[in-house]
């Protein structure tokens, strides 16, 4: 079975700019969450949702937002980018709702902000 | 405050020496759950081992064992015989059930460098 895989792999933008990254969870899973990874650190939550809704939001600015779609697929947004939005984007797909469950990752997508 | 401390930023060790990572934890409930990764180069990073707080048998899965000691909030990850391969950034998380909104809580991660 194929893992969670996500889109774009590398991705370059300007400030002020907006972004879409998305994500395909694995198959029969149907939670995605979003993490944040900047360089150096351990990744840290943005988004979490489950069956279309959204169970969990980190501390992150309303230029965040995310959605998640019937198959389960996600995307993340963000508007006005800022240089310190430049990270890896993670997705993580579990086949329940709850945290607890483990996460598998996928590969990420890098974003450089200029 | 720093809910999940990897004191340790970067480790290296020859090959065949054994290493062990710490990871210290902070909370309040008596339900959650800890999670080892690893992180390659590639950026991926790969479940190693999940265990709630209920169970504090220690587990050895090949080359890698675990010690979660309730009495010091430490879920330690040992690699026996280590090898090259291992080189990545391991990192230490935790899950709170009742925490809406960090969902999972990763440490700094540490950064071990296993040299031939």
């Known amino acids: 079975d194929a893992g969670v895989t996500q889109s774009p792999t590398h991705l370059i933008k300007t400030r002020g700019q907006h972004v879409t990254l998305r994500c395909s969870p694995i198959s029969g899973h149907k939670s995605v969450s979003w993490y944040q990874q900047v360089l150096g650190q351990g990744p840290q939550f943005i988004f979490q949702?489950?069956?279309?809704?959204?169970?969990g939001r980190g501390n992150f600015p309303d230029r965040f937002s995310a959605r998640q779609f019937p198959n389960y697929s996600s995307e993340l947004n963000v508007n006005a980018l800022l240089l310190g939005d430049s990270a890896l984007y993670l997705c993580a797909s579990s086949p329940q709702r709850e945290s607890t469950d483990t996460q598998y990752f996928g590969p990420g997508t890098r974003l450089t902000v200029l | 405050a720093q809910k999940v401390t990897q004191a340790q930023t970067e480790i290296s060790v020859v090959e065949k020496e054994d290493v062990t990572l710490d990871c210290v934890y902070e909370t309040r409930d008596t339900t959650y759950y800890l999670f080892w990764y690893k992180q390659p180069p590639s950026g991926e990073l790969v479940f190693l081992i999940r265990?709630?707080?209920?169970?504090?048998q220690n587990e050895i899965s090949g080359r890698y064992s675990w010690n979660f000691q309730k009495s010091t909030s430490s879920f330690n990850f040992t690699i026996t015989a280590s090898q090259v391969v291992d080189s990545a950034v391991y990192f230490c998380?935790?899950?709170?059930?009742?925490?809406?909104?960090?969902?999972?809580?990763f440490g700094p991660g540490t950064s071990l460098s296993v040299i031939p």
């Open positions: 998380a935790l899950s709170e059930p009742s925490n809406p909104y960090d969902k999972v809580i």
């Open positions: 265990r709630n707080s209920f169970d504090e």
């Open positions: 949702y489950y069956e279309k809704e959204e169970r």
